[in-house]
């Protein structure tokens, strides 16, 4: 079965309905969440993508992120993903929201054309990072990486991550006011 999505105007109002695929094949706007993961002792854990995704193969991403499906808003997409992914049953109160952007972006492995609007949220993660559930087919596993390494990659390293994660990693900081 394939999964549809809702599409949006600018104004993130829902204007219909359309196939997952169609919408990355056309650009059209949507909606998504991603969910950054820091720990207590200044570590950002980042979910490493498997490599047959169809989206951005083998790089690491946001320890959380999915479409937001029909239905459902920013904030119940990301309890609900944070679950399939990690196996972390969090409430909404465990979230702090950081910010909600228009992004475009095209993954130049696989032509995809990703157009939404996203909101990101953060969660203080206290436990241990080989304790988090991968969730089978869409991930090889999760990575802990300090935040001073973060701000201080080089070329190579950068090459890991999907591009505007690392970007929107900052933000995250920025949003907390480090107050890690």
Same mark, same amino acid.
């Given at each position: 079965m394939k999964s549809l999505l809702n599409?949006?105007?600018?104004?993130?109002?829902?204007?219909?309905?359309?196939?997952?695929?169609?919408?990355?094949?056309?650009g059209l706007l949507?909606?998504?969440?991603?969910?950054?993961?820091?720990?207590?002792d200044k570590?950002?854990?980042?979910?490493h993508r498997a490599p047959d995704k169809d989206?951005?193969? +083998?790089?690491? =991403?946001?320890? *959380?992120?999915?479409?937001?499906?029909i239905g459902d808003s920013y904030l119940e997409t990301a309890?609900?993903?944070t679950k399939e992914e990690t196996g972390l049953d969090l409430k909404a109160e465990d979230f702090i929201f950081i910010n909600k952007t228009r992004r475009h972006s095209e993954d130049p492995?696989?032509?995809?054309?990703?157009?939404?609007?996203?909101?990101?949220?953060?969660?203080?993660?206290?436990? +241990?990072?080989? =304790?988090?559930? *991968?969730?089978?087919?869409?991930?090889?596993?999760?990575?802990?990486?300090a935040i001073d390494k973060i701000m201080d990659l080089n070329d190579a390293e950068k090459k890991r991550f999907i591009p505007y994660i690392l970007e929107f990693s900052k933000t995250v900081l920025?949003?907390?006011n480090n107050n890690l």
């Open positions: 599409v949006v105007n600018e104004n993130d109002e829902i204007i219909g309905e359309e196939e997952r695929g169609e919408i990355h094949r056309r949507h909606r998504e969440v991603h969910v950054y993961f820091l720990t207590p570590k950002f854990i980042f979910q989206s951005y193969p +083998d790089l690491l =991403d946001a320890a *959380v992120g999915g479409h937001v499906e309890i609900k993903e492995a696989t032509g995809k054309i990703n157009n939404v609007f996203g909101e990101s949220y953060a969660y203080i993660f206290k436990g +241990d990072v080989n =304790d988090l559930k *991968v969730e089978t087919g869409k991930a090889v596993g999760f990575e802990a990486w920025l949003e907390l």
